[in-house]
């Protein structure tokens, strides 16, 4: 198989972090760019509105500002160099955002992180988390769940 789009889908977690060193390794290898994303959680933008008393569409450019932020920090930790990596920031729900970027790009690979922000029990540990276990069943790609230690290391 050959590679020519990797999307990874980041939470800024360290198994997100482990899922894109992954990804870089196999972008090198099969000279294949990497295009980074992150999705706003609909629901929380949602949660803040509501909490502030404010419609939700007047907090998403606060909310895609940070996030943007965010994926530059991270790439900026993550050393690039040589690699074609562009990032992207959506809304939505993120399994969801995933599929339809996934789609749009025409990945042929999708990286992410057994297990994000919120951590693992003993569900997670079973299915991977519910965000990459509904992409694993829902595109038709290959999907690469990275775990947090890869081959013994972090």
């Given at each position: ?15 997100a ?121 829902l ?11 890869v081959?013994?290391?972090?």
């Open positions: 198989m050959d590679f020519k789009a990797i999307l990874v889908a980041t939470d800024f977690s360290e198994c972090g482990a899922a894109f060193k992954l990804a870089k390794n196999l972008a090198r290898q099969f000279g294949a760019k990497i295009v980074l994303l992150h999705v706003i959680q609909q629901r929380i933008v949602a949660r803040v509105a509501e909490h502030l008393k404010v419609k939700p569409d007047s907090l998403l450019p606060a909310f895609r500002e940070e996030a943007q932020l965010n994926l530059d920090a991270f790439l900026q930790e993550c050393r690039c160099d040589s690699l074609e990596v562009t990032s992207m920031v959506t809304v939505g729900i993120p399994f969801q955002e995933i599929a339809v970027v996934a789609r749009d790009l025409a990945a042929d690979l999708i990286v992410m992180g057994g297990y994000g922000r919120s951590g693992r029990g003993p569900i997670e540990e079973v299915f991977f988390g519910s965000t990459a276990e509904k992409v694993v069943r595109l038709p790609c290959p999907v690469l769940c990275v775990p947090l230690t081959g013994g290391e972090q």
